[in-house]
């Protein structure tokens, strides 16, 4: 009855999926088939893998490239969201490894932010003086917060995600604004997020909590733990995420 539901109330024609960090093979696909594809803005991250679930249309591109090659501030957003439109894209999931701001807010915990805060480096396909608002996709976000919570872990339901440009870590001295304004924080989500909304996609995304912003706790945050803890919750990440493909299938 709930996968009715959701197929229901979603009406995905061919789903997206863009891996963040942790997610990088696209397991819920059988026998995918490569396809490269050239957009206006240059090159994808990675050849497009293309197949089937549950007679569903998947395109899936890892954000940072299968071998996680290029950081965050050389992501491609705009040449991966175009490519999935060109690909017939009707909506998209991401997953996106992310720092809390907040205590309560703990690493190994899932987000599904309802809003996003990015003042800066914003991108855009749009050459006209079309003004979108952005926003997230209210029924792509329950299925993404269900498909969370069958993995047995803590999933928020909102919350604001906070992007900066990256790739070094923030200071103690940012956090202390930034946690003010969000819940998480990220390098990526925001950007694609918006041009998604750009080419009238549906969008959302699963965050998985990594690790606490820097200053948080106590302990000093180096980006090798938050790998370590990349590894240890990647799992997870890859069991919600099928899981959520298959709601919507």
Not at 48 to 76: D, M, S
Not at 79 to 106: D, P, Q, R, T, Y
Not at 180 to 191: N, R, V
Request: proline share 5%; with cysteine.
């Amino acid at each position: 009855m709930a996968k009715q539901h959701f197929a229901a109330a979603v009406k995905v024609k061919v789903l997206g999926v863009l891996g963040g960090s942790g997610l990088y093979e696209p397991s819920f696909i059988k026998s995918p088939r490569e396809k490269k594809v050239k957009t206006p803005f240059g090159d994808p991250s990675d050849h497009l893998r293309i197949g089937e679930f549950g007679g569903l249309r998947i395109v899936f591109i890892p954000r940072h490239g299968r071998k996680h090659t290029i950081p965050a501030n050389l992501v491609n957003h705009e040449a991966n969201v175009w490519a999935m439109k060109k690909e017939g894209v009707s909506h998209i999931v991401s997953s996106s490894s992310v720092g809390s701001l907040k205590m309560s807010i703990e690493p190994g915990h899932f987000v599904v932010p309802d809003d996003f805060f990015c003042f800066w480096n914003v991108p855009t396909v749009r050459g006209d003086v079309h003004h979108s608002t952005p926003e997230f996709d209210e029924d792509l976000r329950r299925v993404l917060k269900r498909a969370a919570e069958t993995t047995g872990g803590k999933a928020h339901d909102g919350g604001t995600y906070v992007q900066t440009l990256g790739p070094r870590l923030e200071t103690k001295a940012e956090i202390r604004f930034f946690k003010d304004y969000g819940e998480i924080l990220g390098m990526t989500m925001a950007a694609e997020a918006t041009i998604a909304c750009d080419l009238e996609i549906g969008y959302a995304s699963l965050c998985m909590v990594d690790n606490y912003c820097n200053g948080i706790v106590p302990k000093a945050l180096t980006y090798a733990h938050i790998v370590r803890q990349q590894k240890v919750n990647s799992g997870r990440l890859t069991r919600a995420m099928k899981a959520a493909v298959e709601m919507l299938a």
